[in-house]
């Protein structure tokens, strides 16, 4: 009979409708914190390679995070000179039609005070940071820039501003830090007249970040961190050639630091709210002078300067360092390559120390050091260094290094102001030597000039030799 039987249920199955497989429950997967920092982290001394010394020093948060030093500060923004050369800066760019706008990050310990540990909860004053950081966007604006109130980004996150062990912002912090600019941006005369289209926002995929921190704490510690995994995103719409014609440039640059890296987005979160193309000009590894070193003296910028000029940096970039905008206010306007050269020289670089300009001959030009700025294009553009030596009438001598990050494409030019700080303003232009650096492999032929600055009164802007 069990045969019997067995042989019906075996005609009744055959005979009866298939039934879909039951799908497999999705794996879940619980992760558990398994790393804090040793305590060889907290000595300042370990931070010792370029690289680490970003990070100094790191301390233990909650929930996996990391903060750096610098995540806590109270104070922001420049010295007063740092201001007067924002505003010089500002201006120059306003002479051009550019409005320009800072787009000046909130630290990680205003943002993420809830993730800090007890003890640094303490003795961190939040409230004091907020109002430091207030103050310093106030003082952007008197400087004559834009600068949108990202105040409003220190409440309502509700998902993960920054990475926990990187100082990049999240994709989700890119879209809110846009969602802010966008709005001031809105409120400007020159946005007004733009054309706009629509500009769609999609998640593409995965972004998975081993975190600088994170890094820095394992080459201290020893390894144990696990990569972080967010939402990435892309937006597409309109080319910017049917909207403005065939070869036109957008009417708003970006340019930014690392975090205005296609990475997290931001230009396209910026072009989404703003309903206009945004050319993104950042360079990844820049710090707030790279890009601007790079695009101000280019193409794009000195034939189709744009409307708005968005520049992003972080709050631990120093903005008082008189260089930078010794470099990047007469690159603004070209440089000497958009006016008369005074004294205008070509020379091929031999040994180790050539002198390029001079004035002389019979006749010293009253060049005053605060009127007048020095042009160098070398015939090698991979050059990413140079060191000048200007020589002033009283007998005074300033040693001028400039050097472009490996980021930056500087195209073997060099620009950069005469003095113009008190002590130097009404000193005489003498002469101008550069040595050769060790770097530069073979001999460079230098077309050297000196001009007046685009800010200089009349009578020198008229003045040649």
């Not at 550019?98 to 303490?122: E, N, S």
């Not at 073979?442 to 600055?453: F, G, H, W």
Request: charged share 25%.
């Amino acid at each position: 009979m069990r045969p019997f039987l067995a042989g019906l249920l075996l005609a009744a199955l055959a005979g009866a409708p298939a039934r879909a497989p039951q799908a497999a429950p999705e794996p879940r997967y619980v992760v558990e914190p398994c790393c804090d920092l040793c305590p060889r982290a907290a000595n300042p001394a370990v931070y010792n390679t370029k690289f680490l010394e970003s990070f100094t020093t790191l301390s233990q948060g909650r929930d996996g995070w990391l903060f750096r030093s610098d995540d806590l500060r109270t104070t922001f923004g420049p010295d007063a000179d740092g201001y007067r050369e924002l505003k010089r800066f500002a201006a120059a760019l306003k002479r051009r039609g550019v409005d320009l706008v800072a787009v000046y990050q909130p630290t990680r310990g205003m943002l993420h005070r809830d993730k800090l540990p007890k003890a640094l909860q303490k003795t961190y004053s939040v409230d004091l940071a907020k109002f430091s950081y207030s103050l310093t966007l106030q003082r952007f604006r008197n400087a004559g820039m834009v600068a949108p109130d990202m105040t409003r980004l220190l409440s309502d996150n509700k998902e993960e501003f920054f990475f926990r062990g990187d100082h990049h912002w999240t994709p989700y912090g890119s879209r809110r830090t846009a969602q802010v600019v966008a709005d001031a941006i809105k409120a400007l005369p020159s946005y007004k007249g733009l054309k706009r289209s629509t500009f769609t926002t999609e998640r593409t995929g995965i972004l998975m970040k081993k975190g600088t921190m994170y890094k820095a704490a394992m080459l201290i510690c020893g390894p144990g961190y696990a990569e972080q995994y967010v939402d990435r995103f892309a937006t597409s719409g309109a080319d910017s050639a049917d909207l403005f014609g065939e070869s036109a440039v957008p009417p708003i640059t970006l340019a930014g630091t690392s975090n205005s890296d296609s990475a997290y987005n931001f230009a396209g979160f910026l072009s989404e709210s703003l309903g206009v193309d945004v050319l993104n000009a950042s360079i990844a590894g820049g710090r707030h002078d790279g890009a601007l070193l790079q695009y101000l003296p280019s193409e794009e910028f000195q034939k189709t300067p744009p409307k708005i000029l968005i520049w992003e940096f972080e709050t631990n970039h120093n903005l008082s360092q008189r260089m930078f905008y010794r470099q990047v206010v007469p690159m603004v306007s070209n440089g000497c390559l958009s006016r008369r050269a005074i004294l205008n020289n070509r020379v091929e670089l031999r040994g180790q120390r050539s002198e390029v300009l001079f004035n002389g001959g019979g006749r010293v030009l009253p060049l005053a050091s605060k009127n007048h700025l020095i042009d160098l294009q070398l015939s090698d553009p991979t050059v990413r260094e140079i060191e000048a030596v200007v020589w002033y009438t009283n007998g005074s001598k300033e040693t001028v290094d400039l050097k472009y990050s490996p980021y930056v494409d500087g195209r073997g030019r060099f620009v950069f102001e005469l003095r113009n700080d008190a002590e130097w303003a009404d000193r005489t232009f003498m002469s101008l030597d550069l040595h050769q650096p060790v770097s530069m492999k073979k001999s460079v032929t230098i077309n050297a000039q000196l001009c007046a600055r685009a800010d200089a009164p009349r009578q020198q802007q008229a003045s040649r030799k």
